[in-house]
């Protein structure tokens, strides 16, 4: 075998290599793709779930507004109750938006990889909001209780009141921090899934 049959036998080879590796590359890009889809999937179900909730949650305050069953007999009892509703109502428009955005990001390999930084970008602003309406809806809960126990202030008397105010405001801060560390315990599955994507497409030099 002489010195140009020899390269061209290389050129072939190598060749050969640059497509099998094209090809690998192409199928491990359809496998993210994949399983981007179906994290995002995952995290439109979630909202749509979260949605559906909020409604449910919606239509008991309103009914508690209407029916009155805690008795109320001032106006500004109501106030916590009608503050909480415009809370849900609040939070049910940032899930349906949010939902809306995410499902509008078409994942394609063209662009897998601003399409996932926009579905993570989108998906880290919905949790710091939804945050911010879940430590809310304490300080809510926390007046829906005092209102609940007002009417019995005048027969309490002034320090056994301020007892009561005190321990309903303790309870609510217990609860706020076993949330928090539940919550740090467990960080939310379907972002962490799509940062591993993007990290996987940088892996592959996508």
Do not use: C
Request: hydrophobic share 45%.
């Amino acid at each position: 075998m002489n010195l140009d049959d020899l390269k061209t036998s290389w050129n072939t080879i190598d060749a050969k290599l640059q497509t099998t590796q094209l090809l690998s590359e192409q199928v491990v890009l359809s496998m993210i793709r994949n399983q981007s889809n179906s994290t995002v999937s995952r995290a439109t179900r979630k909202l749509r779930n979260t949605t559906l909730f909020f409604s449910g949650l919606l239509v008991l305050f309103l009914a508690i507004l209407s029916g009155n069953p805690f008795d109320y007999t001032h106006w500004f009892e109501y106030i916590p109750t009608v503050l909480y509703a415009l809370l849900i109502i609040a939070g049910l428009q940032i899930v349906i938006s949010a939902n809306k955005e995410i499902g509008g990001v078409p994942l394609v390999k063209s662009n897998l990889r601003e399409s996932l930084q926009k579905v993570i970008s989108i998906q880290q602003r919905y949790q710091v909001t939804m945050d911010k309406v879940w430590k809310i809806s304490l300080g809510a809960g926390f007046l829906i209780g005092i209102s609940l126990l007002i009417r019995n202030f005048e027969g309490y008397g002034l320090t056994k009141s301020l007892l009561v105010i005190a321990a309903n405001a303790l309870t609510v801060l217990v609860m706020f921090g076993i949330a928090k560390y539940i919550f740090s315990q467990f960080p939310d599955r379907t972002l962490t899934d799509l940062q591993m994507h993007l990290t996987e497409l940088d892996e592959l030099g996508q």
